[in-house]
T-cell receptor, first 110, second 115 residues
Framework: EDQVTQSPEALRLQEGESSSLNCSYTVSGLRGLFWYRQDPGKGPEFLFTLYSAGEEKEKERLKATLTKKESFLHITAPKPEDSATYLC???????????FGTGTRLKVLA | AAGVIQSPRHLIKEKRETATLKCYPIPRHDTVYWYQQGPGQDPQFLISFYEKMQSDKGSIPDRFSAQQFSDYHSELNMSSLELGDSALYFC??????????????FGSGTQLSVL
């Protein structure tokens, strides 16, 4: 069964304190792995798509990496405005179904 | 750039009432997805449509139905509402034939509260 597990569930960082969020996945065939940012009461906002192991993508203070079993979202020198829930999702290449993880709630303190 | 538009933004209903949620996808997007998200939970897939035909079905209760119209907008109809239906309902759209076509674009959601 396809599954996505994110850790930690919640993370508190001081401003400037770099860290990583983990997304472990099991899928019969990976079409893509997606990272989204979700602010309270709002829809998920697309950040990255990763397609194959070894791929990396960067956007401002965020960098996403992918292996055959997991993805990391690295946050370098975070700022309070980076506080949000970060969702990871995979798309099954055979069924085209998306499976979401439960997210990591990130709080960056000034 | 135009985004996915959902209405209403907030909806308050009584138990056993009905509700209709609307979704207007990004222009030229042909696929619409409906998700339900409870507090602190990941989005749960309900149903999707491609070119106005149901393409996939998830954990959508029999009390709910949905359709996609000729202009590609979609409506989620919810009947005999229960307290447990209180959640944030998201619509997302994508383009099967476009660049980065796997990517979902989400609306801001409809917050449904059943009292």
């Amino acid at each position: 069964e396809d599954q996505v597990t994110q850790s930690p569930e919640a993370l508190r960082l001081q401003e400037g304190e770099s860290s990583s969020l983990n997304c472990s996945y099991t899928v019969s065939g990976l079409r893509g792995l997606f990272w989204y940012r979700q602010d309270p009461g709002k829809g998920p906002e697309f950040l990255f798509t990763l397609y194959s192991a070894g791929e990396e993508k960067e956007k401002e203070r965020l960098k996403a990496t992918l292996t055959k079993k997991e993805s990391f979202l690295h946050i370098t020198a975070p700022k309070p405005e980076d506080s949000a829930t970060y969702l990871c999702a995979v798309e099954n290449a055979g069924t085209y179904k998306y499976i979401f993880g439960t997210g990591t709630r990130l709080k960056v303190l000034a | 750039a135009a985004g996915v538009i959902q209405s209403p933004r907030h909806l308050i209903k009584e138990k056993r009432e009905t509700a209709t949620l609307k979704c207007y996808p990004i222009p030229r997007h042909d696929t619409v997805y409906w998700y339900q998200q409870g507090p602190g939970q990941d989005p749960q897939f309900l149903i999707s449509f491609y070119e106005k035909m149901q393409s996939d079905k998830g954990s959508i209760p029999d009390r709910f139905s949905a359709q996609q119209f000729s202009d590609y907008h979609s409506e989620l109809n919810m009947s005999s509402l229960e307290l447990g239906d209180s959640a944030l309902y998201f619509c997302a759209s994508s383009s099967a034939g476009g660049r980065d076509n796997e990517k979902l674009f989400f609306g801001s959601g409809t917050q449904l509260s059943v009292l």
